[in-house]
């Protein structure tokens, strides 16, 4: 049914679908939709309510703190374009209406990516690893999502996203941070303190490919008859990952060279919320032992050097959601609508130049 070197993937519409066309009609679509969907929030000048900040606060501040860098991300700007399925077995049906969880395959396109703003640094294990995916078939509702390897999310406002930004500035001169700032910042910000203690009780695992990746953010399901329940949703993979490789891309280069021999594999548990846990704030983790349900398995079947037509003209905007999945009231969400958008204009309006991570470059 699938392969990796251009074969059909799909059945779509009784027409055997290409890897290539896949990507290269996703592509298209995920371009349309950051310009018209990405933008949700784009007519609205402020963040929040009560906010001094701005989108362009927020592209300002990554350029401050990361450098210029055209046509690339402003944030998680180093990563590789990837493209498989979603087998969906029905069960996601009990809390969403959604068509993508009904029993059936819907093509995916990804990106695997590095939290920070310069596309060229040298890979770090410790930094956040991101996975967005856009879920479902081109020209129909897609279910976008951008998650990290994470427990919980370090900011529970947008303001603490920033604040801690511009506090993990390089001095000049001292080409590190000032120890001041974060002090201050983490004096500020207990929430920051206690979600960072949380992540250290779950270190990063070796590699891209046997890495969590969670939602963070609280969503609603909704079900044919509008019941709404509140979910966090998590991709734990299937794989161990090959070791990663040395030199300044050893964790993509290994994601490059494991994804060229085998599949990889993730299973989507939904965590189900009770009334009672937080919704709004995504420095909180949900109390152990809540229920889960396994909704399917997504499955990546190749990496591409990013590209036109690939992910990286995809904008993983977390409000593009298909009818049954709605956001829930954390501010962080319509901030990350509103800052993707902006980050997606600049970089598409900017000139590129090649990606760090070049695939056809990773060693056999
Ligand atoms: C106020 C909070 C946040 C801000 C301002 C922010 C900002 C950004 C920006 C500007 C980008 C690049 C977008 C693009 O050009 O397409 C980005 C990418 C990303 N962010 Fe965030 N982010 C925030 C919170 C989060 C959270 C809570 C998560 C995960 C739960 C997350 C995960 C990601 C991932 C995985 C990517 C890479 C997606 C891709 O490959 O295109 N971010 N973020």
């Known amino acids: 049914m699938s392969d990796d070197h251009g074969g059909p993937l799909f059945i779509w519409r009784g027409t055997p679908v290409a890897r290539r066309s896949l990507l290269v009609g996703l592509g298209a679509v995920?371009?349309?939709l950051a310009v018209d969907l990405g933008a949700v929030a784009y007519a609205n000048k402020w963040i929040a309510a009560g906010s001094a900040l701005t989108r362009q606060t927020f592209i300002d501040g990554f350029r401050a703190v990361y450098g210029s860098h055209p046509g690339f991300r402003k944030n998680h700007a180093k990563g590789v374009a990837v493209a498989g399925y979603f087998d969906a077995n029905g069960n996601g049906t009990e809390l969403s209406r959604a068509a993508v969880f009904r029993s059936g395959r819907v093509p995916v396109t990804g990106r695997f990516s590095l939290a920070g703003g310069n596309p060229f640094g040298a890979d770090n294990p410790a930094t956040a690893r991101?996975?967005?995916?856009?879920i479902g078939f081109p020209g129909e509702q897609q279910w976008r999502t951008a998650m990290l390897n994470l427990a919980v999310f370090p900011d529970k406002s947008p303001q603490g996203f920033y604040d801690r930004l511009l506090a993990s500035r390089a001095e000049a001169g001292r080409g590190k941070p000032d120890p001041e700032a974060m002090k201050r910042f983490?004096?500020?910000?207990?929430e920051t303190v206690k979600a960072t203690a949380i992540n250290k009780t779950r270190p990063p695992t070796p590699g891209f490919a046997d890495s969590t990746f969670s939602s963070l953010n609280t969503f609603f399901f909704v079900d044919g008859?509008?019941?709404r329940t509140p979910v966090r949703w998590s991709f734990v993979?299937?794989?161990a990952a090959l070791p990663a490789g040395s030199g300044d891309n050893g964790l993509f280069d290994a994601l490059v060279r494991q994804v060229r021999v085998e599949p990889?594999?993730?299973r989507l548990l939904l965590t189900v919320g009770q009334p009672a846990d937080p919704t709004t704030d995504a420095t909180l983790p949900w109390p152990d032992g809540r229920r889960q349900i396994d909704a399917g398995t997504v499955t990546l079947t190749a990496a591409e050097t990013e590209a036109a037509g690939n992910a990286r003209d995809v904008n993983f905007d977390p409000l593009v959601l298909p009818d049954g999945i709605e956001p829930s009231d954390d501010p962080l969400l319509s901030a990350r609508s509103?800052?993707?958008a902006a980050s997606y204009r600049a970089r598409t309006g900017e000139p590129t130049s090649p990606p760090a991570i070049r695939v056809e470059d990773v060693a056999r």
């Open 30 to 32: 995920g371009a349309f």
């Open 338 to 340: 509103a800052v993707y």
């Open 186 to 190: 983490n004096a500020a910000h207990p």
């Open 264 to 266: 990889l594999r993730w």
């Open 130 to 134: 991101g996975l967005g995916l856009a």
């Open 237 to 239: 993979p299937l794989q």
């Open 225 to 227: 008859s509008n019941a």
